[in-house]
């Protein structure tokens, strides 16, 4: 079954504003990750937020995590038009038959220049 | 230089053909993967080789067979298309222990006609 979901589905600002993405999952987690995905091409790995931290940064983005409330949130700063992708959380899941990161079904991100 | 590649990117077949998909990876992974987007982005797993060990997601036609010529190389062949298995599929792999980052390949776009 389907573990992450994203919020919003679609974003479109404003080039040098800043992105916020919401992520909520339903069972506990060792860690959270957030993969991009450019239109046409695989999805990569932007960066792993573990169960005990609660922010996480590097470079532009900043992850936060509250196993609390069970969400992640992914913020882009200085967004550029290169940004536009579209944004899966996952983490890892065990049960009903492959074991794998799950993910969600993303936010569309879109950056006008 | 290519981590994770699969061929062919793209396919257009007519319904009732056999065909496959070949994936190999580079990265000395021991877990490959196969995954299924469908039209609105939504990733979903299908197969986890490891070790020569296959799990199956329960969800997948028995028409979809992976199959593994060494710990490298995840191939994935279907029988019998249908219009329905019109989807991206991408391959990805990873080290054993769960809780990993995931590498995964640029996608292979098959049309069933």
């Known amino acids: 079954s389907q573990q992450g979901e994203e919020d919003p589905q679609a974003l479109s600002i404003q080039e040098g504003e800043n992105a916020t993405m919401n992520c909520s999952y339903k069972?506990?987690?060792?860690?959270l990750q957030w993969y991009r995905q450019n239109s046409g091409r695989g999805l990569v790995h932007l960066i792993l937020i573990r169960s005990n931290e609660r922010e996480k940064h590097s470079g532009r983005l900043r992850v936060t995590l509250d196993t609390s409330k069970k969400s992640s949130s992914l913020l882009i700063t200085a967004s550029r038009a290169a940004d536009t992708a579209s944004y899966f959380c996952a983490t890892w899941y065990s049960g009903g038959g492959a074991d794998g990161l799950t993910f969600g079904k993303g936010t569309h991100l879109i950056i006008q220049p | 230089d290519t981590a994770v590649s699969q061929t062919p990117k793209y396919l257009v077949t007519q319904m009732g053909n056999d065909k496959s998909i070949k994936c190999e990876q580079n990265l000395g992974h021991d877990t490959m993967y196969w995954y299924k987007q469908d039209s609105k982005k939504f990733l979903k797993i299908m197969f986890s080789?490891?070790?020569?060990?296959?799990?199956i997601n329960e969800t997948v036609p028995n028409r979809f067979s992976p199959k593994s010529p060494d710990k490298a190389h995840l191939n994935l062949h279907i029988n019998s298309l249908e219009l329905g298995d019109s989807a991206v599929y991408f391959c990805a792999s990873t080290w054993t222990g769960g809780g990993n980052t995931i590498y995964f390949g640029e996608g292979s776009w098959l049309t069933v006609v």
């Open positions: 069972t506990s987690i060792n860690n």
């Open positions: 080789y490891n070790n020569k060990e296959l799990i």
